[in-house]
């Protein structure tokens, strides 16, 4: 998926192109190997994960690296970038493997100013992103998440059981103020039901 101008992600397809106002240089998230990415037509800019995903997309689909850039992320250690409007910090997670094929897959955690955001595409067999051993992500933790992106698709189309027990699991361990889907569409509501409520949100109930 792509971050927009205020480093916020957005799942690009060709059904909704037309909503989404790219940049010609931008930024795009690599969460697997498995699947070629849909890139917009004359779009050129940098694809970031982790060194192994980006050799094995090379690979495997060979793109076009007259436009592309391909940059490759330590796991679990930030990264400053910047995207249009803003300059964000961006950290690869390992996600462990899928269900269908048993490949590596990755999350991605982008902290803008005191906002945390979790991006997940695909969620796997690891849910515990968050080495209790690293400061930068105890501080993290004890922050908290406010944004979790999932995937839509999770709530239909094949393994949707599975995805949507990862989501249901997830959800409950980090307890983030908000969830929200990568195309825009809307959730089940019972998703922001399991979510951590603000103060101000237990004082209105």
Known sequence: MFLDANGHPKEVTPEN????????????????ADYEVYIPPRWHGTVYSTEELLDTYRRRFQPDCTLLTF???????????????VVI?????PAGQTLHSGTDIVVFLVKIYDANTLITKELGTELNFFPT?????????AEGINTLYIDEQAYGGESACYQQQCVHNLLKKLQPLGVKGLTGKA???????????TDAGAARK
């Open 17 to 32: 192109l037309h909503e989404y106002p790219y940049n010609l240089h931008g930024v795009m998230l690599l969460t697997s």
């Open 71 to 85: 940059h490759a992320l330590e796991p679990y250690e930030p990264e400053l970038i910047c995207c249009e409007r």
């Open 89 to 93: 910090e961006i950290t690869v997670l």
């Open 133 to 141: 051993t690293h400061h930068y992500h105890v501080r993290i933790m």
């Open 187 to 197: 959730l089940p509501e019972h998703l922001n039901g399991m979510c951590r409520k």
